[in-house]
């Protein structure tokens, strides 16, 4: 598949995390690539929100160091913001907006210049073939449409990175693989996307996954590899193998 | 700056295509008005008296007449007997009876002394009270005349002459309470459901990973609901003047400063309490009790402050709208200047300050 001498786009070494004497996130360290399509799986309270918070600049890190498009989480969080993407699993759009309306004010909140918007908006919407629903209101979607348009909307700035927190939560299977097809473009362009998912048939969309249980990362290799190191016939499998070890409570 | 301006007209767009929500705001004040001003007035007029007089004398009749003379009451009938009363009241068609003893002027020329009862309803004791005061001015008026004659020694008569009111009207107080309790349920209470709305359904989230700074989006949420505010005061500045007949004897600037000053508290009030709640149910309640009822209650508006127990009155100075009432009656009944409201001025100012720091502070502390 794709090699993995290329660029680091996101770094992280001995990232930790504490909350009073609790340890969210003990000590991950990990290299994401550009362009790569990084699953960040793990079951509920394994760490894997905490841990994004704090790449995406929202948390600061109680120890350890990571990097994202060059900038350091701990020091360069305004920076690291203007070069991410986010899409959060409620597929955040204001619902009584109207599709154009979300797609100008995430631009503007984004700083998108004024004169590309225009162009760029018909163009987006061209391709998802929303042509006619440019004035409908976000409510009257459909929830795969919705989620569509989160994810068009969280990379209309071109970012470097975009996160995406359990992206696909109750959509159909239909409409997952039409959302996963998007995501392939995206990385094809150069964005590298980071995500996490409970679907563990999307784990196997990923180029590489890793696997957090407990705070720390357990696994971390291709869906392949990881398949033929724990001689599991499916992601499913070879996640139940690690997270059996948890002795943490699920919140 | 564009970033921003797109995100106020966005947060306009929230308020105004809910249709009903922005009826609701518009229309709030002018209806709260209304009510108060008109309806939930303490003055008692047209009362129905029912009289049992078995004297049927001069001294009855000249007490009765200045019953019928005044436009507080209207001489409903004469009674047969003292068992009737009872029945009247539960009837409800009458407010008050009369009871003269028998032989009235009789016993009043030769003892100098003759017994009249009030009765009231009870059930209602403000205006049980109000009822009982303005009869037993009445009768006493009688009393007085009838015994004006030359022979009488030196009489003292007070005469009251109440300032800045002195008809006594209901308005002067409630105009200002109702000012205090909108200005507080649109900023305060909108302000945080707003907010709480953005955390429900996971838009804040995504403002915070943004590169929007927490200032820039506290601000942008604030400023229609600020906006709408200054709609609503001049709404309820122009009604009370010109259909309640309010005065403003004061500088009407130095009303608008003070009220701007209240709208600040309020807005950062409401940003207090969406920091700390994460449910737009959880933001309304919370407005509602911790806001509005002492509002209501603890601010001078329906009971007098001097009147409450000892702990509530403490309570009440920490209520921004008891102040903002202060002020406000200050400035627009007794026409005063600057110096005389500067103690309320320094109070919500400090009430500001305190307040927007530590809700800036808060919603910062949960980026965390």
């Known amino acids: 598949m794709k090699s993995t001498t290329r660029d680091i786009v996101i770094s992280a070494q001995q990232l930790t995390k504490k909350f009073g004497r609790f340890t969210a996130v003990d000590a991950i360290s990990f290299d994401v690539y550009k362009g790569e399509i990084f699953g960040f799986l793990g079951a509920n309270g394994a760490g894997k929100t905490t841990a994004m918070r704090m790449l995406s600049g929202l948390s600061a890190a109680t120890s350890g160091r990571a990097t994202v498009a060059g900038y350091d989480i701990n020091t360069q969080p305004e920076q690291i913001k203007k070069t991410i993407g986010y899409m959060s699993q409620k597929f955040a759009l204001y619902d009584d907006l109207k599709v154009w309306e979300n797609i100008r004010l995430y631009a503007g909140i984004y700083g998108v210049p004024e004169k590309e918007i225009a162009p760029r908006t018909d163009r987006l919407l061209e391709q998802l073939g929303f042509e006619n629903e440019r004035n409908t209101m976000v409510k009257s979607l459909p929830l795969g449409w919705k989620q569509k348009l989160a994810f068009s909307v969280a990379i209309f700035h071109e970012p470097t990175v975009v996160f995406l927190d359990e992206p696909t939560g109750g959509v159909d299977p239909a409409a997952r693989r039409n959302f996963w097809e998007m995501i392939y473009d995206a990385a094809a362009r150069g964005i590298t996307v980071f995500a996490t998912t409970h679907y563990m048939d999307e784990a196997e969309y990923c180029d590489r996954v890793s696997i957090m249980v407990d705070g720390k990362i357990e696994a971390l290799d291709s869906p392949v590899q990881l398949k033929q190191t724990y001689n599991a016939r499916t992601m499913d499998e070879v996640f139940h193998q690690l997270a059996r070890t948890s002795t943490r409570k699920a919140d | ?368």
């Open chain 2, 1 to 368: 700056m564009n970033q921003f301006l797109t995100f106020v007209q966005k947060e306009f767009y929230h308020i105004f295509r809910d249709r009903w929500t922005t009826i609701i705001l518009l229309l709030l004040p002018v209806v709260m008005l209304i009510l108060f001003g008109f309806m939930m007035t303490t003055e008692v007029k047209n009362t129905r008296v029912a009289i049992f007089d078995p004297s049927r004398d001069i001294a009855t009749q000249g007490i009765i007449n200045k019953f019928t003379t005044s436009e507080y009451f209207i001489v409903e009938g004469y009674i047969d007997h003292p068992r009737e009363i009872e029945a009247l009241f539960r009837k409800g068609r009458i407010g008050l009876v009369l009871v003269f003893s028998e032989r009235f002027h009789e016993n009043w020329m030769h003892t100098g002394e003759a017994q009249v009862q009030l009765i009231a309803d009870g059930s209602d004791p403000n205006t049980a009270s109000t009822l009982t005061m303005y009869a037993t001015q009445l009768i006493n008026a009688y009393r007085q005349e009838s015994l004006d004659l030359p022979q009488t020694p030196l009489q003292l008569t007070p005469e009251i002459k109440l300032l800045y009111n002195p008809t006594l009207k209901g308005s002067y107080n409630f105009v200002p309470g109702v000012m205090g309790m909108i200005l507080m349920l649109i900023c305060a209470m909108m302000t945080s459901v707003s907010i709480a709305r953005e955390k429900e359904t996971g838009t804040m989230e995504v403002l915070l990973v943004s590169p929007m700074k927490s200032i820039q989006i506290i601000i942008a949420k604030v400023v229609p609901y600020f906006f709408i505010s200054v709609i609503n005061l001049t709404t309820v500045l122009v009604l009370s003047v010109f259909v309640l007949g309010m005065p403003v004897n004061g500088s009407l600037g130095l009303l608008i400063f003070i009220s701007l000053i209240y709208i600040f508290v309020s807005l950062a009030l409401g940003l207090l309490i969406s920091s700390a709640v994460d449910r737009q149910m959880v933001a309304l309640l919370i407005s509602a009790m911790v806001l509005m009822l002492p509002v209501i209650m603890l601010s001078g508006m329906m009971f007098p402050v001097e009147n409450l127990p000892g702990v509530l009155r403490w309570m009440s100075h920490v209520i921004p709208a008891k102040w903002y009432m202060i002020a406000v009656k200050k400035i627009m009944i007794e026409g005063l200047g600057f110096e005389a409201v500067a103690r309320e001025f320094v109070i919500l100012c400090s009430m500001a300050v305190l307040l927007i720091t530590a809700s800036v502070k808060r919603f910062k502390y949960r980026l965390e």
